[in-house]
Antibody, heavy 121, light 108 residues
């Protein structure tokens, strides 16, 4: 199933921006939909966004739309999540995950270990 | 938007059977996937397409889906089954992924 490694998390102030990365190894991401899923401390999983295999088609959770941008670089086998106007309720561990299909459908066969984003003044 | 409802917690005695439910409108018409998440770890796929066990998942873990409810069944529960369990579907109307709120299973 390969490996996914997230990076870029940290402590940031409200209203600022942050860019997360997720590097894949052991498989090529080009054929798969790639997702971001987050988990606030002590809470459940929340889907954030998906970028389809084509790199052009993207969908976002209502909480992320307009503030977050998902992208992919198949040549680098990496996906990204640009987050702006960050709020306290964006505080969470952010996981990247590989889906079984090239679009939004299917299920998740690989997950990264997560990167923690903490938004606090 | 589509909503999946899970009980926040369930408990089971060692060696007994645990059932974790996931409810949603016409859920039986969708494919449900289940994940296990232990503290501090990433989720792990248990069941796909309602009842297909993932690789290395023991036969004592099974799934079903009918009507408005999908069920994850863990037979002969062990201490190692203590974890959070999440159901997941794809909302085709919005091209979104939906997770249930999660169920914390305690083996006591």
């Amino acid at each position: 199933q390969g490996q996914l490694v997230e990076s870029g998390g940290g402590v940031v102030q409200p209203g600022t921006s942050l860019r997360l990365s997720c590097a894949a190894s052991g498989f090529g991401i080009s054929a798969f939909g790639m997702h971001w899923v987050r988990q606030p401390p002590g809470k459940g999983l929340e889907w954030v966004a998906v970028v389809w295999y084509d790199g052009r088609t993207k969908y976002y959770a209502d909480s992320a739309r307009g503030r977050f941008t998902i992208s992919r670089d198949n040549s680098r086998n990496t996906i990204f999540l640009e987050m702006s106007s960050l709020r306290a309720d964006d505080t969470a561990t952010y996981f990247c995950a590989r889906a079984t299909n090239g679009d939004s459908s299917g299920f998740f066969v690989s997950w990264g270990q997560g990167t923690l984003v903490s938004v606090s003044s | 938007s589509y909503v999946l409802t899970q009980p926040p917690s369930e408990s089971v005695a060692p060696g007994k059977t645990a059932t974790i439910t996931c409810g949603g409108n016409n859920l039986g018409g969708r494919s449900v996937h289940w994940y296990q998440q232990r503290p501090g770890q990433a989720p792990v796929l248990l069941i796909s397409f309602d009842s297909d066990r993932a690789s290395d998942i023991p036969e004592r873990i099974s799934g079903s889906n009918s009507g408005k409810t999908a069920t994850l069944t863990i037979s002969r529960a062990e201490a190692g089954d203590e974890a959070d369990y999440y159901c997941q579907v794809w909302d085709s109307s919005r091209n979104h992924v939906v997770f249930g709120g999660g169920t914390k299973l305690t083996v006591l």
